[in-house]
């Protein structure tokens, strides 16, 4: 009962956060809009609390565990019904990932396998090209379908194929915000000396203020830190490594992070980030091995992220 009381008022404030950082970067947010992230943040948090672990004892039928995923979906026509922006093309694509992501995961245990591989590349594949990002078609929202498909890969794993070691967890310490800092304190001279050579960073003349660092802090930190370290610090690096050890392990998720980046600010391929992007990533599984939680790689990336984009991109 503490634990849901914390989750609940925790909720509360992560929303009137977020509702000021909208503010400041002077993002209009209707109702429809406001309850479309509300579903899709929801569970995004109760996840961090235990609530996969509680739908696993609730959820005993096999076929109710596999369509339960689908209840996802209800943000989209939450949003884009009051907007007069429903497209029945973005619902049904968006249903075909979800259903195809828990009959996968429905029918694999034991170690990684191709199952696997297939529902990490179908996530993926899904958000790094931006296939439903039409469906959310308001600026500073681009990054929703990235949050429907973190709710599914949460799903996925914390419920479905419950895998150990994923380290998801809002029930923060102190320790990971040592952790993460100290893997960014690391990183920052490598990053800030070879990000010039490259000719990737600039030197910005704004000095920034606490109040941006801190409204585009909290947006990186869940709306592009976590979800990336979910995917591949939590459930990339964690399978690979039960099966090739942790340094390869290491290795081969930081490169398939770097190439993730292939297109990232850039009409084709951007070769700087993809150059930069795989170091950072060894910081960031740094950060996550230390103690296998994923609040403190996120606080490592999201400070990397703000630093850059304040007063280097």
Same mark, same amino acid.
């Given at each position: 009962?503490?634990?849901? /009381?914390?989750?609940?008022?925790?909720?509360?404030?992560?929303?009137?956060?977020? /509702?000021?950082?909208?503010?400041?970067?002077?993002?209009?947010?209707?109702?429809?809009?406001?309850?479309?992230?509300?579903?899709?943040?929801?569970?995004?948090?109760?996840?961090?609390?235990?609530?996969?672990?509680?739908?696993? !004892?609730?959820?005993?039928?096999?076929?109710?565990?596999?369509?339960?995923?689908?209840?996802?979906?209800?943000?989209?026509?939450?949003?884009?019904?009051? @907007?007069?922006?429903?497209?029945?093309?973005?619902?049904?694509?968006?249903?075909?990932?979800?259903?195809?992501?828990?009959?996968?995961?429905?029918?694999?245990?034991?170690?990684?396998?191709?199952?696997?591989?297939?529902?990490?590349? +179908?996530?993926?594949?899904?958000?790094?090209?931006?296939?439903?990002?039409?469906?959310?078609?308001?600026?500073?929202?681009? *990054?929703?379908?990235?949050?429907?498909?973190?709710?599914?890969?949460?799903?996925?794993?914390?419920?479905?194929?419950?895998?150990? *070691? +994923?380290?998801?967890?809002?029930?923060?310490?102190?320790?990971?915000?040592?952790? *993460?800092?100290?893997?960014?304190?690391?990183?920052?001279?490598?990053? +800030?000396?070879?990000?010039?050579?490259?000719?990737? &960073?600039?030197?910005?003349?704004?000095?920034?203020?606490?109040?941006?660092?801190?409204? *585009?802090?909290?947006?990186?930190?869940?709306?592009?830190?976590?979800?990336?370290?979910?995917?591949? @610090?939590?459930?990339?690096?964690?399978?690979?490594?039960?099966?090739?050890?942790? !340094?390869?392990?290491?290795?081969?998720?930081?490169?398939?992070?770097? &190439?993730?980046?292939?297109?990232? @600010?850039?009409?084709?391929?951007?070769?700087?980030?993809?150059?930069?992007?795989?170091?950072?990533?060894?910081?960031?599984?740094? /950060?996550?091995?230390?103690?296998?939680?994923?609040?403190?790689?996120?606080?490592?990336? /999201?400070?990397?992220?703000?630093?850059?984009? +304040?007063?280097?991109?």
């Amino acid at each position: 009962m503490k634990v849901t /009381a914390w989750a609940a008022v925790g909720f509360v404030t992560l929303i009137a956060c977020l /509702a000021l950082v909208a503010r400041h970067f002077a993002v209009t947010i209707s109702a429809a809009t406001a309850s479309g992230v509300a579903l899709l943040l929801a569970p995004y948090w109760a996840f961090g609390f235990g609530f996969g672990e509680w739908l696993r !004892k609730k959820l005993h039928n096999r076929t109710t565990r596999v369509l339960a995923p689908l209840a996802l979906l209800a943000a989209y026509p939450a949003f884009a019904i009051p @907007r007069h922006e429903f497209q029945w093309s973005m619902f049904a694509g968006m249903g075909v990932v979800i259903s195809a992501v828990a009959w996968l995961l429905d029918h694999v245990s034991g170690e990684a396998g191709w199952r696997d591989w297939l529902v990490l590349a +179908i996530l993926g594949v899904s958000v790094d090209l931006h296939f439903f990002d039409r469906a959310w078609p308001v600026a500073g929202l681009s *990054g929703m379908p990235k949050l429907l498909f973190v709710d599914v890969g949460l799903y996925g794993y914390l419920v479905l194929r419950p895998v150990d *070691g +994923i380290g998801y967890d809002f029930r923060l310490r102190l320790a990971d915000f040592r952790i *993460g800092l100290r893997e960014f304190l690391f990183f920052a001279p490598i990053a +800030i000396g070879l990000g010039f050579a490259l000719g990737f &960073l600039h030197l910005h003349q704004t000095p920034g203020s606490a109040a941006s660092f801190g409204a *585009g802090w909290l947006f990186t930190m869940f709306f592009v830190a976590l979800p990336e370290e979910l995917f591949f @610090r939590g459930l990339m690096l964690n399978m690979i490594e039960r099966r090739l050890g942790t !340094k390869p392990a290491l290795a081969i998720t930081s490169i398939l992070f770097g &190439l993730a980046h292939f297109n990232k @600010r850039a009409a084709y391929f951007n070769w700087r980030y993809v150059i930069l992007a795989p170091i950072a990533g060894v910081f960031y599984g740094r /950060a996550w091995l230390t103690q296998r939680r994923l609040a403190a790689s996120s606080i490592t990336h /999201a400070t990397v992220d703000t630093v850059w984009s +304040i007063w280097l991109r």
